[in-house]
């Protein structure tokens, strides 16, 4: 990427981290919070369309509420997301608004967008945001939002909004200045990764060894974020937003990790299936079911070694291959009780199996997605038999 090169994307998520915003003792840091929105301003002058996951409500409620340092209670944890999000829209409003930009904010849960029809409803209203040139303001619905059905930390909550509006570019904004091999503070060996090409289970083996952040989402979250993102064709950048005027410091060049979309084309659906966060069950398939995935054949059953979970047709299963490596994301076409009986057999025997007959494959092409290291890298599935 070149030196002001933000301009050139089309579409913009910025999330920005609660320790960028929230100082413990003085509460929201205004002045940077200035800065970033004359970063938006300025993006947005230049035709960039921009929107912001902002996390910060938890951290800015406990001072508003004058809660003790320390861990909360659930509900405490809510009644301070309640009125930190009220301040924290606020400041949003404001900052934006001394550009002339509107704010709207827009408070997601989980099934927000893994169902697919309040999926494409969520979709719409941002959409519609932007198209009368305001900034959504995302969060996650922390108030009503419980430990089962949350997102948690808004690095993926962040990378499942990009791919939803399709995004060309995701930007996270932290205290890590970007990935490095080994954990910098420790290893003098260090390097710090400038371009990542795919996120391979090499890189992958790297997030355990970045240096921690304060708030939720720790390395291994931003990695989940980017195989969302690189997977939908959303590029992803990592970088600190500790210094003034965040955004325009990636225009002047300081230092970001860039994490490069997967091109191949991916259609809507395909996003959607793909961005599922939790999945129901897992298939592992043999190498040879693998090749034919690649080749964009549909999974057969022949080729399902075991069947794990208690997934129903039509719910999310992750594809594994036999190192036990997630290669493929798919919308089951069987039932997982019914999916155990035909596992191994040929399609021509389910009938006979189940008594009746359904479809032949386990998982539909349609319905499948190939994860980026796997479509793009022919090595890295190759690599691991070594
Ligand atoms: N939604 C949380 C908040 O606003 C933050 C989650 C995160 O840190 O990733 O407080």
């Known amino acids: 990427m070149t030196i002001g090169a933000?301009?050139?994307?089309r579409r913009i998520v910025v999330k920005i981290g609660s320790a960028l915003l929230v100082d413990r003792s003085h509460g929201l840091k205004q002045a940077w919070l200035a800065g970033l929105g004359a970063d938006i301003a300025a993006l947005q002058a230049q035709g960039v369309e921009v929107l912001v996951v902002s996390s910060g409500a938890v951290a800015l409620g406990r001072t508003v509420l004058g809660l003790p340092a320390g861990t909360l209670k659930l509900e405490e944890s809510q009644a301070a997301a309640a009125a930190g999000q009220i301040a924290l829209a606020k400041a949003y409003a404001d900052v934006l608004g001394a550009h002339n930009i509107m704010a709207g904010q827009v408070l997601l849960t989980l099934s927000d967008t893994e169902e697919r029809r309040r999926y494409l409803n969520a979709r719409a209203t941002i959409e519609t945001l932007l198209k009368l040139k305001a900034v959504p303001v995302i969060n996650e619905n922390d108030t009503v939002a419980t430990n089962e059905i949350r997102y948690g930390d808004n690095d993926r909550l962040a990378a499942r909004v990009a791919?939803?509006?399709g995004a060309d570019l995701l930007i996270?904004?932290?205290d890590i200045d970007g990935l490095y091999t080994a954990?910098?503070?420790?290893?003098?060996?260090?390097r710090f990764l400038a371009v990542v090409e795919a996120i391979t289970p090499e890189i992958e083996a790297m997030a355990g060894a970045a240096a921690s952040e304060l708030s939720r989402g720790?390395?291994?979250t931003k990695l989940d974020a980017g195989k969302i993102?690189?997977?939908?064709?959303?590029?992803?950048?990592?970088?600190?937003?500790?210094?003034?005027?965040?955004?325009?410091?990636?225009?002047?060049?300081?230092?970001?990790?860039?994490?490069?979309?997967s091109h191949a084309p991916v259609s809507a659906w395909k996003i959607w299936i793909s961005g599922h966060l939790d999945a129901a069950g897992q298939l592992v398939i043999d190498d040879g079911a693998l090749k034919a995935l690649k080749s964009g054949k549909s999974l057969l059953p022949a080729g399902v070694r075991e069947v794990h979970g208690n997934f129903q047709r039509g719910d999310t299963v992750?594809?594994?291959?036999?190192?036990?490596?997630?290669?493929?994301?798919?919308?089951?076409?069987?039932?997982?009780?019914?999916?155990v009986r035909i596992a191994g057999h040929k399609s021509s025997e389910i009938e006979e199996i189940l008594g009746y007959f359904a479809r032949s494959s386990m998982v539909h092409a349609n319905d499948l997605v190939i994860r980026g290291a796997y479509r793009q890298n022919e090595d890295v599935f190759e690599g691991e038999h070594a």
Request: charged share 20%.
């Open 229 to 261: 993102a690189n997977a939908a064709g959303t590029a992803m950048i990592i970088t600190s937003g500790t210094r003034a005027n965040p955004l325009a410091a990636i225009d002047r060049g300081e230092r970001f990790s860039l994490f490069k979309a």
């Open 163 to 165: 791919t939803m509006i």
């Open 218 to 220: 720790g390395m291994k």
């Open 172 to 174: 996270l904004l932290s």
């Open 6 to 9: 933000l301009k050139n994307y």
């Open 318 to 339: 992750a594809i594994l291959n036999m190192q036990g490596r997630e290669v493929a994301r798919g919308l089951a076409g069987y039932d997982a009780a019914d999916a």
């Open 183 to 190: 954990p910098p503070h420790k290893d003098p060996n260090a």
